[in-house]
């Protein structure tokens, strides 16, 4: 090989040449690493993303998989840094997934990306961005809409994505609880723009309602508001029209005409004390409005109630219940030994009256910090390995995905729903985040600079060796 080598003259040129095309295609291939990037599992690819429940302060993320996995976003004020991360209260694996983020300020700008077990994700290598509207001081009457929702064997849904959405305006969203019930304030919708509340006809403005629970299907249905609470069951896979359906019945007493005898008085039969007061035997519960949207899962229930009375209060949902006495000052206070899930519950408050009677009071509400409009992005994204804080990410990647994220899965029997644009995402460097490592792998890395480092040494070899020839003398 030696003589071989010293019976070759290659030009000074040529070496020359191959040193910085060994130079060159080294630091191009480094600086290049996604091209020899594994793919993420289509399976883990975000889908039907949308950004739900924007307030002044707060909006909600939701998308599917096909995969169970365990999901996560990373998002704050600085596009090119983004430093803060939330995370469902679900500490398991799902095909759903359901973010809020709150504690924000009016009018104000936000990024963020999703990590779906462990891969990074964002609309063709930018953040999704989303604005907050601006504060609003005057809360508009309380409109609620609830139901439950089932799957085609009909068992509860739970963790299924309902989405409402009023005459085409702003779009709200929740998540079912375990035993498949759900509740939306629709009245916190806002307009397009957030500067205000939706003005809604309980008798004619529409509400369009669609739900999403991954590989078990979706369903839409139609309603107006006054026959909404509740709406009746949804089966996953189904489309309704509940447009007909009867309103329903208010809880006033009817007008009730008794015709008496001529010669009869006309006196009750039995009288009542006049010192007796509705307030003398009624529990009330102060703390809790219909529907009412909280922003702690610690929440504090109280109220007024006869000295001595005992009373039950039970959350129904998150299934706790406890036993109480009314305090010397007439007042009772309680709260649950553990914090609840995010979604919707029913609290039960039971007692005697004095004539031994059971009475209740149930109120149902929802554990979120967010309200107001939506809007629909339809976007894949761009995997980057990252560990997730919660989740266990997976180490098996495929080449650069190509996700096309569609707003409507196929269900179990397709209902005939809009479809929304898609985009294509494109592979994406993304910045080191606070408490989370660097995105990327180290053994493509590794090969990459060996072959350059060994791309270099030939081109040096080859033009050391023409340096030689070219400076050995001439023999006479």
Do not use: C
């Not at 700008?109 to 990074?120: C, P, Q, V």
């Not at 309603?223 to 029209?241: C, K, R």
């Not at 890395?445 to 400076?471: H, N, P, Y």
């Amino acid at each position: 090989m030696k003589d071989f080598l010293k019976n070759k003259k290659i030009p000074t040129i040529l070496g020359i040449l191959i040193l910085v095309i060994g130079i060159a295609a080294g630091v191009f291939l480094v600086q290049s690493r996604q091209l020899f990037r594994l793919r993420a599992s289509p399976e883990i690819n975000p889908k039907d993303i949308r950004i739900t429940n924007i307030s002044d302060s707060a909006f909600s993320v939701s998308w599917t998989t096909d995969k169970e996995t365990q999901g996560f976003v990373i998002w704050g004020e600085n596009e090119s840094l983004l430093d803060k991360t939330a995370a469902t209260n679900i500490n398991y694996s799902s095909n759903t997934h359901y973010i809020n983020i709150y504690g924000l300020n009016p009018e104000t700008t936000y990024f963020f990306r999703i990590n779906s077990d462990g891969k990074e994700f964002d609309n063709n290598n930018i953040p999704w961005k989303v604005a907050t509207g601006n504060k609003i001081t005057t809360p508009p009457e309380s409109i609620v809409v609830s139901g439950s929702i089932l799957t085609s064997s009909g068992t509860p849904a739970k963790n299924a994505i309902v989405y409402a959405q009023i005459s085409g305006n702003s779009m709200l969203s929740t998540l079912t609880s375990e035993n498949g019930n759900w509740l939306i304030p629709i009245s916190s919708a806002r307009t397009q723009d957030l500067k205000s509340y939706v003005q809604i006809d309980k008798t004619s403005s529409v509400v369009d309602i669609t739900i999403h629970a991954g590989p078990l299907g979706v369903s839409f249905a139609q309603i107006y508001p006054e026959s909404a609470n509740p709406v009746p069951e949804i089966t996953l896979g189904q489309v309704y029209d509940f447009k007909n359906l009867v309103p329903n019945q208010d809880t006033q007493i009817p007008d009730a005409e008794i015709g008496l005898p001529e010669d009869s008085t006309k006196s009750s039969g039995f009288s009542v004390p006049s010192e007796s007061t509705e307030s003398d035997t009624d529990v009330t519960l102060n703390s809790l409005n219909e529907g009412e949207v909280i922003s702690t899962n610690e929440p504090e229930f109280f109220g007024e109630g006869p000295v001595g009375t005992e009373i039950t209060i039970t959350i129904e949902s998150d299934p706790v219940s406890d036993n109480l006495i009314v305090g010397s000052g007439g007042d009772w206070n309680w709260s649950p030994p553990q914090g609840l899930s995010e979604g919707t519950h029913q609290v039960t408050i039971s007692w005697r009256d004095a004539q031994g009677f059971l009475r209740t009071i149930t109120r149902s509400f929802i554990v979120q910090a967010q309200e107001g409009p939506a809007f629909v992005a339809t976007p894949s994204a761009t995997p980057t390995t990252t560990k997730a804080p919660s989740a266990t990410p997976t180490n098996t990647l495929t080449p650069t995905p190509t996700v096309q994220i569609t707003g409507t899965p196929s269900p179990t029997k397709t209902p005939t729903p809009t479809s929304t644009p898609t985009k294509t995402p494109t592979p994406t460097k993304v910045a080191s985040q606070a408490g989370l490592p660097d995105a990327g792998t180290s053994t493509p890395t590794i090969l990459l600079i060996l072959l350059a480092v060994s791309s270099l040494t030939f081109g040096a070899l080859l033009f050391s060796l023409s340096l030689k020839k070219t400076k050995k003398p001439i023999s006479s």
